[in-house]
């Protein structure tokens, strides 16, 4: 099929709207009237039906070129941002002259006011610059500006006074009058958990964009913190917090970038944004990047922001702008976006994903955006330029499905809002984040100093940073038992009973999440012994909790989503009699308000996919991340660690071999320049920066394996001052990683001349020990000559994996049977290392069974193992039917692989270990277990959390719940002996499971075992397109021409084709000779038939090759790059198979052979990337 041309637009900055002065100018102006035209489309919004056709714009390109900001490498004041700035800062640390004043901003201020906090006078520096401004911009007025002293409110103190002592929450008692008021106040998109793999999600995509319905959307993923902002009061929030430098640094960069968007005008525009979002209840949420609060990829050579979601909050479930409303938001606003580009064909989305298949390994921010703005049917740049603000180092894309009319919405918003201009450009701008950071070296003189050069029109006060200081300074933490009362109280409205029930759903179920309260300084006037307000945060700690939130939300539809980034307002008061039978009367009859969005329900509509690229993995999981197992535990453990994460990554074999010997070299560089002090992983670029770009520096393969390097910017003098965790939480290098999906493709041997350790991720009673004795005594071991040895762990004393590792050295090609249970991640890391070690392979061998979604093992398994450890006597590790705390022990042991699901469990020791034997436990066929047991159980693990919640991993026989733990041991006992002839009839009989467990073993060492892998497409293998040819029938055509023709006969007779010819393709286009987005654009064929015409065999007297064509699929012509296109047949001594190419030229000479085939013989190949 043809395809017309793309037609590019191009915008200038000049081509503005005019932008009123009056706030009735706003964005619901413009949405009320756009939307006439063309619906919201959410992010996460249904698509449309399949019936509807779509718009007419599908094949143009709109290419928007916003002004050159800045020059790459320069701050936002235009100043470069160097080695040479930076040593000025760190030389005149005091230079800033931030100082109290008297000064006021002229903008508006909220009507509550409250006290501002100043900072200690400081002395500027002889001669130093005053770049200090005021009068520029109506934000600042001379130094960072205090307010003057206001007389404490008596009242409110005292009020106060008793609320942090615990008066006021402790005596507010629930009752029939208790009402609650939960209203989100920031929040950021949802997170929904793909569970199908990466290439399922790719294959659907293509799918519904050649179905027309819909279209796949890609964009930038800038290397960051989240950071949300509500307005004043509403709110500054990170992805977990508030109130601490993550979100001071938001507001300073979120105001800068105010000033340079509006110049004078900023003052006016920072109080017109607050106002809007406070009156609107609307929320931004941002990407920020910074040098200040830790190193990820790169260290950006500006500090900036670009949002990422627009939110109304409104008083229901949040709604979410599509991006064409957030860059039309944005423009009006003049606030920073994305890039973003729109693919709404098959050609243009298919080629998207070769393209990033193309680069992932070696892509920088150059490479992939002129890649991806060929081949996207819109291409949206963003007003931050990646390259310049950022670096070249880029984190990756997001790609999801939106609706097919998002094309036709971006195309009318660029239209409408072309790129505005920046008129704080040329200006001073006062201090850069660098700079006050530099001058302030605590975290609190930092927030201070940030706060007061953000301004008082765009922060009038820091009661979310520092409380009330009239009231002295009181924890921001409420007590726990806010969340119980919150629950315990009727719902004021639906939006409270939706955010009940998911809090209810969350404790009841046990998810990995806490639920921190904090006193609301906002709402301090409001604040008496019958209303307590309180600010909310959801944090979820791991990404299982929102895998199983998700699960819940399919049985129950009506849930609201878990977001990311969960903020809330929440009240607690009382009403009086009158008022209480009503609103009891509102709350039980409560109905949702609003229409429910059924696209979160939708699989279609939340398929996403995060595509990240090797040059920034390499910083920050193998360098960063490893800094860790590097220090703690040596070379061979960070090796068995990087070896292990570019598996998981199907990181190709050449690349691993690349970064193997360069990550050998760094870790002897960094051991012995630091010896065994650990490098800080927030500062560990620089270190590394300068490693990396010597290392770059020796070959053109290091600089494309580098990718960037060089041009570091020092943070050590103005790196803020973070007092806790990393906000993100990307620092644990294991929780960045999705299991792969299982299936069959591949085959991994044994070597019969390493060693073999089979060990044990089981619980007792899984009947490790008599398995091990079983193996012994086996005729024949494994069905090779290797040795078999077992160590029981019950009888060794001290370090048992030491003495194993011992043994192996001892005993290097034997098989050794480590009878001890392998719990945990720290346990497998210990024979990862022995293997790399002592030149060994490792099987886990893990008992069958179905797990929970928390756990690999069932209830039904534990009560196995727990009736088997009952029924022991005299064991040698004193866990029998005689031990006080038998249950307890078990259930210690059970809660060592908590959080994670079976598929989680066996994908992870698949992946480090590459296979897996699996020991039949229970009959599949089995009645359910008896009520008793489960509950006995279930009481159980109820008790150990309790216990464990309190005291940690004391001892059950001391502690708060010792009579508990009687009573509970002796019933569990009863009930398992009681039911002793169900627990026996439904466990597989162990002959039968031995004689499993044995053939398993013996395929695996034998090299027979097809290893589950991962369903993605091997990252980094596509360097070339081209089409596959059956080799019978080229070789069947050879003969055919040896037989017609004399002088092919004689050229192929001591030549044995067979042997030669292992692969037969006609090469299309090839990334290094013609770029990345030739290569791409054969993706629309990819896996299609495509018929080849043969028309000459050309050979000399070290070359043969068949000149072809390929022909056409469903009407469209596949024309290679190549200028002779051919397939290559051998090629002798000292020529390569690219030397081919010259066959037409040495015809010419007279040193090759051709004889045409005429008619041309078709033989039809299958079009891929190699």
């Given at each position: 099929m043809s395809v017309s041309p793309r037609i590019v637009y191009s915008f200038t900055p000049k081509l503005i709207l005019p932008y009123l002065s009056s706030s009735s100018r706003t964005f619901l102006h413009f949405h009320s009237r756009f939307l006439?035209?063309?619906s919201t489309s959410l992010l996460f919004s249904p698509l449309m039906p399949n019936n509807q056709r779509r718009g007419g714009y599908k094949e143009q390109k709109w290419q928007v070129r916003p002004s050159s900001n800045n020059a790459p490498g320069s701050s936002s004041n235009g100043e470069p941002v160097c080695a040479a700035t930076t040593e000025a800062i760190t030389n005149h640390l005091n230079s800033l002259n931030i100082t109290e004043s008297s000064a006021q901003s002229s903008a508006p201020v909220a009507s509550l006011q409250f006290r501002s906090v100043g900072l200690a006078p400081q002395s500027p520096v002889q001669h130093q610059k005053v770049i200090w401004k005021p009068k520029s911009y109506g934000t600042v007025s001379g130094a960072p500006t205090v307010e003057a002293e206001k007389a404490p409110n008596e009242q409110k103190t005292a009020l106060l006074s008793k609320l942090f002592k615990g008066n006021l929450l402790e005596n507010f008692t629930v009752d029939n009058s208790t009402f609650s008021r939960a209203q989100v106040r920031a929040t950021f998109y949802p997170k929904f958990e793909n569970e199908k793999s990466d290439q399922e999600i790719r294959t659907r995509m293509i799918e519904m964009v050649s179905k027309g319905l819909a279209v796949v959307e890609v964009s930038l993923k800038h290397s960051g913190s989240l950071f949300m902002y509500a307005g004043h009061p509403g709110g500054a929030y990170a992805k977990n917090s508030f109130g601490n430098i993550y979100t001071a640094v938001g507001v300073f960069v979120l105001g800068r970038m105010f000033r340079e968007a509006w110049g004078t005008q900023a003052s006016k525009k920072q109080a017109e944004f607050n106002e809007f979002l406070e009156r609107n209840r609307m929320c931004i949420s941002m990407e920020l990047v910074t040098a200040v609060l830790g190193d990820h990829g790169q260290r950006p050579r500006d500090d900036y922001a670009v949002v990422t979601a627009v939110t109304e909050l409104g008083n229901g479930k949040p709604k979410f702008y599509s991006t064409p409303d957030v860059i039309a938001f944005c423009r009006e606003w003049r606030l920073p976006t994305n890039?973003?580009?729109?693919?709404?064909?098959?050609?243009?989305?298919?080629?998207?994903?070769a393209a990033f298949d193309a680069l992932c390994e070696e892509g920088t921010a150059t490479s992939v955006c002129h890649a991806l703005d060929e081949v996207a049917d819109i291409s949206v740049p963003g007003s931050k330029d990646h390259i310049k603000v950022q670096g070249e180092i880029l984190e990756g894309l997001v790609a999801r499905m939106v609706k097919r009319e998002s094309s036709e919405h971006m195309e009318q918003v660029l239209r409408d809002f072309p790129p505005p201009p920046l008129e704080g450009e040329g200006l001073d701008l006062g201090p850069t984040l660098r700079e006050i950071c530099a001058a302030n070296r605590s975290e609190t003189q930092q927030i201070k100093a940030l706060l007061q050069s953000a301004g008082t029109a765009f922060c009038p006060n820091y009661l979310d940073w520092f409380g009330d200081e009239d009231s002295a300074s009181h924890s921001k933490n409420a007590d726990q038992s806010v969340v119980s009362k919150f629950l315990q109280s009727h719902p004021a409205d639906f939006s409270t009973k939706k955010i009940q029930e998911m809090v209810r759903l969350m404790r009841e179920k046990r998810f990995p999440a806490a639920f921190k309260c904090h006193y609301n300084f906002h709402k301090v006037n409001d604040l008496s012994s019958d209303n307590l307000p309180f600010k909310m945060v959801i944090h979820v700690y791991s990404d299982s909790g929102f895998r199983r939130y998700q699960k819940e939300m399919r049985h129950q539809p009506g849930l609201w989503p878990l977001y990311r980034g969960f903020f809330v307002d929440l009240d607690l008061f009382k009403v009086n009699e009158n008022k209480t039978a009503e609103m009891v009367g509102s709350s039980n009859q409560m109905v949702k308000h609003e229409e429910e969005d059924s696209s979160l329900a939708d699989e279609d509509a939340n398929l996403m996919v995060k595509l990240k690229f090797l040059t920034y993995k390499l910083r920050t999981f193998l360098i960063r991340n490893g800094l860790s197992t590097l220090f703690k535990e040596g070379p061979s453990a960070y090796k068995a660690y990087y070896l292990r994460q570019m598996k998981i990554w199907n990181t190709s074999a050449a690349k691993q071999r690349e970064l193997s010997k360069m990550l050998d070299e760094w870790a002897v560089y960094i051991r012995r320049k630091y010896g065994n002090k650990p490098l800080s992983s927030s500062t560990y670029l620089s270190e590394a920066e300068p490693f990396l770009e010597q290392y770059a520096k020796r070959s053109p393969q290091n600089q494309a394996l580098i990718g960037s390097a060089g041009n570091l910017v020092r943070v050590e003098d103005f790196m803020a001052i973070v007092e806790g965790?990393?906000?993100?939480?990307?620092?644990?290098?294991?929780?960045?990683?999705?299991?792969?999906?299982?299936?069959?493709?591949?085959?991994?041997m044994v070597a019969k001349n390493e060693g073999l350790i089979v060990f044990f991720p089981g619980i007792p009673g899984c009947a490790k020990s008599a398995l091990c004795k079983e193996i012994l005594n086996a005729p024949g071991g494994l069905g090779d000559d290797r040795p078999v040895h077992s160590l029981m762990g019950d009888l060794i004393k001290g370090r048992y994996w030491q003495k194993v590792s011992d043994e192996r050295r001892r005993k290097?090609?034997?098989?050794?049977?480590?009878?001890?249970?392998?719990?945990?991640e720290e346990v497998w890391r210990q024979i990862e290392n022995m293997c790399l070690s002592t030149k060994a392979s490792a099987i886990p061998v893990i008992p069958d069974s179905e797990g929970t979604e928390t756990n690999p093992y069932s209830v039904d398994a534990l009560a196995v193992f727990m009736f088997r450890v009952l029924h022991r006597v005299n064991h040698p590790g004193n866990l029998d039917k005689s031990s006080p705390n038998a249950g307890y022990v078990m259930l210690m042991f059970y809660h060592l692989y908590d959080g994670k699901s079976r598929k989680e469990f066996e994908s992870e020791l698949i992946e480090r270990f590459g296979s897996l034997v699996r020991m039949p436990l229970l009959k599949p066929e089995r009645s359910p277990l008896p009520e008793s047991v489960r509950s006995i159980i279930e009481e159980g693990i109820n008790l150990y959390k309790l216990h464990t919640n309190k005291h940690g991993r004391l001892e059950s026989t001391k502690g708060t719940y010792v009579k508990e733990w009687i009573k509970w041991e002796k019933q569990l006992r009863d009930i398992l002996l009681g039911n002793e002839d169900y627990l026996n009839s439904i466990q597989v009989p162990f002959e039968f499971a031995v004689k499993d467990v044995l053939e398993q073993l013996k395929v695996i060492a034998r090299g027979e075992y097809a290893a589950p892998t991962s369903e993605k497409r091997k990252l980094g293998s596509i360097v070339f397109a081209a089409i596959s040819l059956p080799i019978p029938e080229i070789l069947g055509l050879l003969n055919d021409?040896?037989?017609?023709?004399?002088k092919t006969g004689d050229f192929l007779k001591d030549k044995s084709m067979e042997k030669y010819i292992q692969k037969a393709h006609l090469t299309l286009a090839h990334k290094r000779s013609h770029g990345v987005t030739a290569v791409a654009n054969y993706g629309s064929f990819l896996h299609q038939k495509v018929p080849v015409d043969v028309r000459a065999l050309l050979f000399s007297d070290k070359l043969a090759a068949l000149e072809a064509e390929p022909g056409s699929v469903e009407g469209e012509k596949v024309n290679s790059k190549n200028q002779w296109p051919h397939v290559t047949l051998w090629a002798g001594e000292g020529v390569t198979a690219k030397d081919a190419n010259t066959l037409p030229q040495l015809l010419s000479q007279g040193k090759a052979t051709r004889i045409d085939i005429n008619p041309p013989v078709t033989i039809t190949g299958t079009l891929e990337f190699f």
């Open positions: 006439n035209t063309f890039h973003v580009w729109l693919f709404s064909t098959r050609k243009s989305v298919t080629s998207f994903f965790e990393d906000e993100e939480g990307d620092l644990e290098p294991t929780k960045d990683i999705a299991p792969s999906s299982p299936s069959i493709s591949t085959k991994d290097p090609y034997s098989i050794m049977l480590a009878d001890k249970n392998a719990p945990n021409l040896a037989q017609k023709d004399p």
